[in-house]
């Protein structure tokens, strides 16, 4: 996802699969990547919060990346895939998984 013409088609297709694979409202699990950095991982809980999201933690084996599992209801694809575009615009270097 270089550019932005790959990155909305990116978002097009993962549209069609959740549309495909889910009914709405549906329970959804973000993964994410990040430095282990607490002002980041703070972060990225801020923007799931007040939104009834179960979130994990885990550092990994040396410590210098946490993985972030958010689980929560979405109300549509569309919300799924407006959370991810969040998330990429305030977080730098963020890996979505």
Not at 37 to 42: D, G, L, Q, R, V
Not at 46 to 62: E, L, P, Q, R
Not at 76 to 94: C, L, R, T
Request: charge should be negative; proline fraction near 3%.
């Amino acid at each position: 996802m270089s550019t932005p013409s790959n990155s909305e088609e990116f978002y097009k297709k993962l549209r069609e699969q959740l549309f495909e694979t889910a009914s709405w409202p549906s329970e959804y699990l973000y993964k994410f990547i990040v430095k282990t950095e607490a002002a980041k991982i703070s972060d990225l809980e801020n923007i799931f919060n007040n939104m009834g999201a179960v979130i994990h933690t885990t550092a990994s084996k040396n410590g210098k990346y946490t993985s972030v599992s958010i689980n929560l209801c979405m109300s549509d694809p569309d919300a799924v895939i407006a959370k991810y575009k969040e998330v990429a615009e305030k977080i730098e270097g963020v890996i979505s998984l």
